[in-house]
């Protein structure tokens, strides 16, 4: 029956087929973007593409290339087919493997930091017995951690994990820098604590970067 079919019948009938994936890509690249509690910026962030490509995506204007989909499956822990087939309802199973995986890096990370600031503290404090400020490599290590954890949160796209640990990085570097003064100065000044005056326009620029994220 195809043979009888007209040259316009079978362009009609491919490009319904076109329009059919494009919309089930749409949908199911929505579905799974708000699995992971992304963004369109942050998940072209993660894609290396604009956001204004991943809208085109989930408005059915436009479907990637290939290799594109190849990449956003391999994102989502799902095959390409899924990605164009008709969107199924159940509740994605990958995000809470990758979920526990985030957290057990994070933990692990922050755990090391923590253990060379001991082996720090302990080698110091033995070898060295005539200084008194050794406690200072745990206050050492707050901003340390805080670094660590602004790089994941920073790969993984999470703007409102940045602005937290941001704002426990700028609070622990001026606490850092206030008690090391005040411990290894001979005379501090008195008004030392004016330091922390600084973390106040930290904070607000903080926030509007936080803001301006959200409305672009």
């Not at 699995?35 to 204004?52: F, G, H, P, R, W």
């Amino acid at each position: 029956m195809d043979e009888n079919l007209s040259p316009q019948t079978n362009e009609e009938t491919i490009d319904k087929k076109v329009l059919d994936i494009k919309d089930c890509f749409a949908q199911n690249l929505i579905k799974y973007r708000k699995s992971m509690n992304l963004t369109q910026a942050e998940l072209a962030e993660k894609l290396n593409y604009s956001d204004k490509a991943v809208s085109k995506w989930e408005r059915a204007e436009s479907v990637p290339d290939i290799y594109t989909l190849k990449s956003i499956a391999e994102f989502f822990g799902v095959k390409v087919d899924v990605l164009i087939s008709e969107p199924r309802h159940e509740r994605p199973k990958i995000n809470y493997n990758i979920g526990k995986k985030r957290t057990i890096l994070c933990l692990a990370s922050t755990a090391t930091v923590w253990l060379v600031a001991i082996m720090f503290y302990a080698f110091i404090h033995i070898i060295f017995t005539d200084i008194t400020q050794t406690w200072l490599a745990f206050i050492y290590a707050i901003p340390i951690t805080a670094i660590v954890l602004l790089v994941f949160t920073s790969v993984w796209g999470k703007s409102l994990g940045n602005v937290i640990i941001l704002s426990i990085l700028v609070w622990s570097l001026i606490l850092t820098v206030y008690l090391t003064l005040l411990h290894t100065l001979n005379a501090p000044p008195k008004n030392l604590w004016e330091i922390f005056l600084i973390g106040i326009p930290s904070e607000g620029v903080i926030v509007f970067w936080y803001l301006y994220r959200k409305v672009k």
